[in-house]
């Protein structure tokens, strides 16, 4: 059965906002988790943005599910993946300018340098992903650095203005689920996934998790955390059913 694993960055943002202590990703984590979700996201950025260093300290000492530590390829962040030994990293491509992530990472052609970034992070038993949009030269170069997983970048399709447009994308999301499953890659999807658009996958088999932050926490704030995590989870569990 896929599973959830919610995105907390959003209630970090809004916590810096006013710079201040409230509301507290932590909390909000345990609450998730409360709800069903199989899993708890944080994305660290290099400017510090919303997740802090904090942030990523409490989880690790307090999560009760499986924490996803998104990150850039950067000497940093792997000292920091080291500390904390999440279950999974997750490498995504950040811009400074960026409102959010923009696009999958750049595997092809980074293979070895990628690959050897990796190395110390998979000999402390850490499960890595590579944040990838569906094109068949990003789901071969992350079979070759050695990935566990892909996540699938599914922006695109999210962003679609017309319905041929988002079949498009469906489809390319579609066959590269398949490219990566056949090459022994386990696949996560996520990026502006929605309580309507995530019901296009109901019939894809072989997804492991949905990666969902922005629109569990846009609905938590009309009927609380414990609700929207539940909808989510019960919408993801009837596409086993």
Do not use: W
Request: charged share 25%.
């Amino acid at each position: 059965m896929p599973l959830l694993c919610v995105n907390v960055d959003h209630v970090a943002t809004i916590r810096q906002a006013r710079l201040g202590t409230e509301p507290d990703p932590i909390v909000a984590a345990a609450m998730c988790e409360l709800a069903g979700a199989a899993g708890i996201i944080m994305h660290l950025r290099e400017d510090r943005r919303h997740v802090q260093d904090r942030d990523i300290d409490l989880i690790a000492q307090t999560i009760q599910t499986k924490f996803n530590f998104e990150m850039a390829a950067t000497d940093e962040m792997q000292a920091f993946a080291l500390k904390i030994n999440p279950v999974t990293v997750c490498l995504v491509p950040e811009k400074r300018a960026e409102l959010t992530t923009e696009g999958g990472l750049s595997c092809a052609g980074h293979e070895d340098k990628l690959k050897k970034y990796l190395a110390p992070i998979h000999a402390a038993g850490i499960k890595s992903s590579l944040f990838i949009d569906a094109d068949p030269a990003q789901i071969k170069a992350s079979h070759e650095i050695g990935a566990d997983y892909v996540e699938i970048h599914t922006g695109h399709y999210a962003d679609a203005k017309t319905r041929s447009e988002q079949k498009l994308e469906l489809n390319r999301i579609i066959d590269g689920i398949k490219r990566s499953q056949d090459l022994g890659l386990k696949v996560n999807l996520g990026h502006g996934l929605n309580y309507t658009n995530i019901l296009d996958f109901a019939n894809v088999p072989g997804i492991c998790e949905y990666s969902i932050g922005h629109s569990i926490m846009a609905r938590a704030i009309f009927v609380g955390i414990d609700r929207a995590v539940k909808d989510m989870v019960e919408i993801i569990r009837t596409f086993v059913d």
